[in-house]
């Protein structure tokens, strides 16, 4: 690989640097082989179980949509891995990047051809994280950092409504099945939930493609390096949401909240997005609100319920993709050869760039649609499309016409000012860069010239078939370069004359936005509010529930066991039915014993009255265990019970004096409640009949089948061994650690 | 602790309670008893005798350190559970080697087995527990300067 | 006898509480052994309550005489007392060893996870 540019630390050989790229490419070429099928209405499938319990398939579905989408998601893939390849020849992360840009690659081609929802939601999340990887690529760098958790944070929040939506949609159609779905429209759109999936479907989409207002964390990702900028955020991964809305839109499309919302939002975006174009000085971020305005087109025209619309959004896909590319990768190219991507430092690199500039000239020409690009006929179709749209012709009509205005004169900016005028920019000697950099934008803008001149190459084999697939029945569009001269075509030149007076007044309408337009529509401003309005919450909460006290984390323990005892006695629906029975007297006495001594151990401040008094209610339960027939309970309860005491001994003699306090009213409120609770909640338990099963089974088989006599003893050793096991180990454990942290010598903490 | 009577009468005292805490242990298949009880009752005769003698003359009586005999006690458990896992193909399945019902249904013969194996785990991993913690708890040392920490609130 | 043993669980339970509560280690480890005591007395009363008739199957019979107290809960006490001295021993450790390591038995005291943030610099 000859090199132009001189790169400091010394190339990383090896072929492997290219493997990624080749094997991209030969997918591309086998996704190729797929369009003859596809082109008379096919498609292909194949399914494999995943959970079938829970009636969720690895199914996938090549048809005329997904074929597009995955020969962009290839064959633009292999262009920017090949260009990345050498753009980072210097760079020792280049294995990261490539890898990086792999998984997304998968994960893109696994979204577009999955067939089952919750797949498709599995490879929509999967290309979050690995975007959120990819623009966090400079992760020394706080602004690639915040700007990769913006965007981790906006897709995610989407992708959650999204996973809500396909839930829905699944639960009202007994499926997961998307192609099943897209049969099935008017069970969506009448049910009672459809506005619900509606809504959560469509916030999920609008945030993956940047739709106002969530479009502010696409120009924010250009954080990212710039082919994977080129490869993501214009090509592949910001379509994704378009390409759901389109995959489903047989299935809740045709309704006029659909229409509404998609032709307001999209709208709303596209012009947003391309005055904020213009603002830009920085030409990857003009490029990204370029973007952001042709998502917003897209939108738009998917939600026209026409079918010339749903044609003109799928041409405007492919073209877009063709240019945007093209153009994205080509910036990088100035940014890496001239030294910058500010437009108002470069000027006049026709003659140090040639090569460059031609394929930015090419692609630039098809981003302003001129005739005999493929842009022109994406044009074309989309105001067709616009006029013929029932609803709202007029404003779908100029909302496109100023924002492809706009559109030309961006392109124009790109196109034109770094190579005309006089030659400056911040690199001495301005170069065209090798050829494995320029050779795929070069591809795809001759592309853009070679579909525009000969449309039949992929009008009737690819356009058409997917805009039968989005549109949900016959399409009858012919795509071709001249239709004539129609209202479209004067649209067309209205459009152009708009784009010249605007590419000419640039500076001045630059100066009167700046002023004129402050803050507006700068969403960015409401996500920073909200992300600080969260952390402040979740500070707020920590500093209240976590006050690092003790005793307030086990109060907060024993309210909400309370709370939970109360409400399981107040929400319960069997009463309380119990008859006091006989009681004994020598019983009664037993039981006064322990509560007086009880009392005795909250109240006293002696250490030696309370020792004596947990003796006294020990041995009291153990004489309790013993008159209700549980001796080996009693014998346990009170062999416990000396224990503890000598214990207690032995550690008391080591330890303060317990004190006494005042009462606390508080906590008495709370003891008071849980002890009333465990009252009432006991007898109630004990007014339903008790179910003796178990028992009696152990009572029938604990002399026959396990030779004992003592049913207790059979149940610990025999029926129940494995639970004594675990509790026994519990005791090795309790012991262990004890004696650890006894031993662990007598140091003072560090304070 | 240094009562004489005390000392003498451990001599006595701590015998027969081992004995008993032997004979419930077997006797605690069909009366009420068992390894806990048994177990229990062992680590009150080594907590009387380590009252009446100190630590070290305890530790030197029972030889082993007693976490080991909690060791023992569990490695114990798991035999008899993997005696039965051998004999019938369940883990912790009743084994009986000598013992079994006649024809009459009545069960004769010498009552042990895994069963025992098991209780007897229990047994000494209740007896190493707790006087193991009981030893470690006597020779914690007190700091010389024993802060007053007397609560007024 | 039902409403009585059930009303004394009640109040070791409270009892229990309001001296975990307390603040002070070893007012604490009273409660946890009361609260354990509490808990279970909650179960055997729950498992319904027989007067002399302990679950034993007489010598010469095959199974135990009609109406046998119910074998299960007390199972599941006879383990749980021990586990609860099994707990409450490790407890009563941590407690000595936290006192010599902080110099404090007041639990507030005790903030060695999480400190005070110095709010007066």
């Known amino acids: ?103 997304f690659a998968i994960s893109m081609l696994g979204l577009v051809l999955a067939d089952d929802a919750i797949t498709l939601f599995v490879f929509w999340e999967g290309t979050t994280i690995t975007s959120f990887l990819l623009v966090g690529y400079d992760h020394h760098k706080k602004s690639a950092r915040d700007s990769a958790l913006q965007a981790l944070l906006v897709t995610g929040l989407g992708g959650l409504a999204l996973l809500a939506g396909l839930i829905l949609m699944g639960q009202v159609a007994g499926t997961y099945r998307i192609s099943e779905w897209v049969q099935m429209g008017g069970i969506f759109r009448d049910s009672g939930l459809y506005l619900g999936m509606l809504t959560l479907v469509l916030l999920g989409c609008f945030t993956k493609s940047a739709q106002f207002p969530f ?68 030409l990857k971020l003009m490029l990204a609100y370029t973007t952001v305005m042709a998502l917003g087109a897209l939108v738009m025209f998917l939600g026209g319920d026409y079918y010339y619309a749903t044609t003109g959004a799928v041409t405007f896909i492919i073209v877009h993709a063709l240019y945007k590319a093209t153009l994205f990768l080509s910036v990088g190219m100035l940014d890496k050869m001239a030294g910058t991507r500010e437009v108002e430092a470069l000027g006049g690199l026709r003659r140090a760039m040639p090569l460059t500039w031609g394929i930015i000239l090419l692609a630039a020409a098809s981003m302003a649609g001129f005739l005999p690009f493929f842009g022109f006929i994406g044009k074309e179709l989309k105001y067709e499309g616009a006029l013929g749209v029932a609803s709202e012709p007029l404003l779908v009509a100029s909302a496109a016409v100023l924002a492809n205005a706009l559109m030309v004169a961006a392109a124009g900016m790109v196109a034109l000012k770094p190579f005309l005028g006089a030659q400056r920019s911040p690199k001495p000697a301005p170069s065209d860069p090798p050829m494995t950099m320029w050779i795929g934008p070069a591809l795809l803008a001759v592309m853009g010239l070679t579909f525009g001149l000969f449309p039949d190459l992929i009008g009737p084999t690819l356009i058409l078939p997917m805009a039968e697939v989005v549109y949900g029945g016959p399409v009858p569009v012919e795509v071709k370069l001249w239709a004539g001269v ?77 709370v939970l005892v109360w409400g399981a006695i107040l929400i319960g629906t069997g009463g309380i039915d119990l008859e006091l029975g006989d009681v004994p007297i020598f019983h009664s006495a037993i039981v006064a014993i322990i509560a007086v001594s009880t009392f005795a151990i909250v109240v006293t401040g002696s250490r030696l009255v309370a020792i004596t008094a947990l003796g006294g209610v020990g041995a009291g339960l153990a004489v309790i265990f013993v008159l209700y027939s549980a001796i080996d309970v009693a014998l346990t309860q009170l062999l416990v019970e000396i224990l503890v005491v000598v214990f207690i001994a032995v550690a008391l003699l080591k330890l303060p004096r317990a004190g006494t306090g005042r009462l606390r009213i508080g906590d008495a409120s709370i003891s008071v409640m849980l002890g009333l609770g465990v009252t009432f909640g006991l007898m109630a338990v004990m007014s339903t009949p008790l179910d003796r099963t178990i028992p009696d089974y152990f009572e029938a088989v604990s002399y026959s089948e396990a030779f004992g006599r003592n049913i207790v003893n059979v149940i610990l050793v025999d029926f129940r061994a494995l639970d004594t096991l675990g509790e026994i180990a519990v005791v090795v454990i309790a012991a262990v650690a004890a004696v650890a942290a006894l031993r662990g010598g007598g140091q003072e903490v560090e304070k | 602790m240094n009562s004489l009577i005390y000392t003498t009468a451990t001599r006595i005292i701590v015998p027969v309670t081992l004995v008993l805490a032997v004979i419930v242990l077997l006797r605690g298949h069909n009366d009420p008893g068992g390894g806990f009880i048994g177990g229990l009752l062992a680590a009150l005769a080594v907590a009387i005798l380590e009252k009446a003698r100190g630590v070290d003359a305890a530790r030197a009586w029972l030889r082993v350190e007693p976490l080991t005999i909690a060791g023992a006690g569990l490695v114990a ?57 009981l030893f470690t708890l006597e020779e914690a040392g007190v700091p010389a300067e024993q802060p007053d920490d007397e609560e007024d609130s | 006898m039902e409403p009585i043993l059930a009303g004394l669980t009640g109040l070791l339970v409270a009892a229990g509480v309001y001296l975990m509560l307390s603040g002070n280690l070893v007012r604490y480890l009273f409660g946890l052994v009361m609260l354990s005591n509490a808990a279970n007395l909650l179960i055997f009363v729950a498992g319904g309550l027989t007067r002399s008739a302990p679950p034993l199957i007489e010598a010469g019979q095959k199974v135990p005489a009609e109406g046998v107290a119910n074998a299960l809960p007390q199972a599941l006490i006879l383990t749980a007392i021990v586990i609860g001295f099994g707990l409450f021993c490790f407890a009563l450790a941590l407690a000595y060893r936290a006192f010599y390591a902080m110099g404090t038995a007041k639990m507030d005291d005790m903030r060695l996870a999480e400190p005070l943030e110095d709010t007066a610099k």
């Open chain 2, 77 to 133: 458990a798991i035999a008899a559970g993997l005696w039965g896992a051998l004999e019938h193909g369940m883990f912790l399945t009743g084994v009986w080697p000598f013992y079994g019902p006649n024809a009459a249904g009545v069960n004769e013969g010498v009552p042990a087995g895994s069963i025992l194996l098991f209780d007897l785990g229990v047994f000494l991993v209740v007896v190493g527990g707790v006087s193991g913690i």
């Open chain 1, 1 to 103: 690989m000859t090199s132009t540019a001189a790169p400091a630390t010394p190339e990383q050989a090896g072929i492997w640097r290219v493997v990624p790229a080749l094997v991209l490419a030969i997918a591309a070429g086998w996704f190729a082989t797929f369009l003859p099928l596809i082109a008379q209405g096919e498609y292909a499938e194949f399914v494999v179980p995943w959970i079938p319990s829970l009636n969720i398939e690895l199914a996938f579905r090549l048809d005329a949509l997904s074929l597009t989408f995955a020969l962009l998601i290839t064959g633009i893939g292999a262009i920017c891995f090949l260009y990345a390849s050498t753009y980072f020849r210097s760079d020792p992360r280049l294995k990261r990047l490539l890898s990086l840009l792999t998984l």
């Open chain 1, 486 to 562: 129609n209202t479209a075509l004067k649209l067309s030149i209205a459009t152009f004359l708009l784009g010249f007076v605007f590419y000419w007044m640039l500076s001045r309408i630059r100066q009167s936005l700046d002023k004129e337009v402050p803050r507006v529509a700068d969403a960015a401003e409401g996500y920073e509010i909200l992300l600080q309005g969260m952390k402040d919450l979740a500070a707020w909460t920590a500093r209240t529930i976590q006050p690092g006290k003790m005793t307030s984390y086990l109060r907060y323990t024993f309210l909400l066991m309370g």
């Open chain 1, 215 to 282: 479009h502010f964390w696409l120009p924010g990702a250009m954080a990212a390096p710039t082919p994977v900028s080129a490869y993501l955020h214009s090509a592949t991964m910001v379509k994704a949401g378009v390409y759901l809305i389109a995959r489903l839109s047989p299935a809740l499309g045709g309704t006029e909240v659909w229409t509404w919302t998609l032709t307001l939002v999209g709208a709303t975006t596209m012009i947003v997005a391309s005055i904020w174009a213009l603002k830009q000085t920085d």
